[in-house]
């Protein structure tokens, strides 16, 4: 794409990143914008870090159940307790499934949200929603839906497992990934794009080799956040659709889902604009841009197999079929059904993709 001709939108969010000061910036948000009913939207699992961040603020209602893709049912009942105690902020503090159920209530209740991310999902720089009927998955974009404000503080990611916070590490390097060939990839969201996958590489190795340091910590969050504002304004590219399909249909893990389909992905697209491939390739540390993946994939331990995530071999066929019609038609690498079922047995299997050798 030409640098002369573009059509550019960022959206409009205030980012507060600072190790250790969620508490202190949380109330500051709060404060700033008069709330004094929060809706405080935690997992058990997140229940400590709520604790942490939410002390001493006006907490009308109090939700702990949260459901990956975020179900219909799950939305309804949410949004019911939301109008019932008549809150008037959406605080959701934990993973990109507990942001998912902030942005569903804001989307119909049109209640203001303030992220406070624990993961490196990164829904908290995106306007885009889930909502899971059946085995359904829909997402759509609404701008009631991006957080007015993201209160980063890498001291909540310590106790992210070292394997989730790879695999939720990699569900950011592929928003940088396919940014850089979505059908709304332009200079700019590129641009953030490679500088997230440039302070991803660094930082997870860190994490892996000291996961209680808050340098790697500090870096993939920061690499987190550009990666899904390249994502938000580069939109969704082949991988985001392929790994919609597998999160929605067959339930499978999102992050490890993520992380297992890059490398193909990158191994189909690569060949076909060898410029942008090299710019991922640097980016990664290395040249050729698969094999620079596939040391970092090595050195910090990434799933490599979708059969080890719950995908059933059977069930390869039928994905082809729903991924095909959903196929970007900018998408650079050829792509039809075969190719299709060869790339997710090739996932399924945990082969070396193609051009990795
Ligand atoms: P998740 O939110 O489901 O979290 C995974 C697990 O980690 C959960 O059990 C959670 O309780 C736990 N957890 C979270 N933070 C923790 C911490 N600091 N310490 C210990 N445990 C912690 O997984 P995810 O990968 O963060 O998010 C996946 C969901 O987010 C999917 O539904 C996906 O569709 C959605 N998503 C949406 C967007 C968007 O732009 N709308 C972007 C990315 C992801």
Redesign the pocket.
Same mark, same amino acid.
């Given at each position: 794409m030409p640098t002369n001709s573009f059509v550019h939108d960022t959206l409009g969010q205030r980012v507060v990143l600072e190790a250790g000061g969620a508490a202190k910036n949380l109330a500051a948000e709060v404060s700033r914008l008069g709330a004094d009913r929060i809706m405080l939207i935690a *997992?058990?699992?997140?229940a400590d @870090?709520a604790d942490r961040v939410a002390a001493g603020l006006p907490v009308a209602l109090r939700w702990t159940e949260?459901i990956?893709? $975020?179900p219909v049912e799950l939305a309804e009942r949410a949004r019911e307790a939301a109008a019932s105690a008549a809150v008037d902020l959406l605080v959701p503090v !934990? !993973? !990109?499934?507990?942001?998912?159920l902030a942005?569903a209530i804001a989307l119909s209740a049109r209640v203001p949200i303030v992220a406070v &991310?624990? =993961?490196?999902?990164? *829904?908290e720089?995106?306007a $885009?929603? !889930?909502l899971t009927e059946g085995r359904h998955?829909t =997402?759509g974009v609404h701008p009631s $839906?991006l957080p007015v404000t993201v209160v980063y503080d890498s001291t @909540? =990611? @310590?106790? @992210? &497992?070292v394997g989730?916070s790879v695999?939720?590490g990699f569900?950011a390097l592929a928003?940088c990934v396919d940014s850089m060939w979505a059908s709304g990839s332009d200079p700019i969201n590129r641009t953030l794009a490679l500088e997230g996958i440039r302070v991803l590489a660094a930082g997870l190795p860190k994490v892996v080799a000291d996961p209680s340091g808050i340098e790697g910590r500090d870096e993939c969050l920061y690499g987190a956040y550009l990666s899904?504002v390249a994502?938000?304004s580069a939109g969704s590219g082949l991988h985001h659709k392929i790994c919609?399909v597998l999160?929605g249909t067959y339930n499978l &893990?999102?992050?490890e889902t993520h992380a297992v389909v890059l490398p193909h992905v990158l191994a189909l697209n690569a060949p076909a604009v060898p410029e942008i491939g090299l710019r991922i390739g640097r980016a990664l540390g290395g040249d050729e841009p698969v094999a620079a993946l596939e040391r970092l994939r090595a050195s910090v331990g990434a799933p490599r197999a979708l059969k080890d995530a719950g995908f059933d071999e059977a069930d390869i066929r039928d994905a082809a079929a729903r991924i095909l019609p959903v196929v970007p038609p900018s998408n650079p690498g050829p792509v039809d059904r075969r190719v299709l079922e060869a790339l997710l047995r090739a996932a399924w299997a945990g082969e070396t993709p193609v051009g990795a050798a």
């Open positions: *997992s058990d699992a997140e @870090l949260v990956q893709h $975020v !934990g !993973g !990109g499934s507990t942001t998912g942005k &991310p624990t =993961t490196y999902a990164g *829904s720089a995106t $885009v929603w !889930g998955k =997402t $839906v @909540l =990611t @310590l106790s @992210l &497992p989730l695999a939720s569900n928003h899904a994502f938000a919609h999160g &893990p999102h992050a």
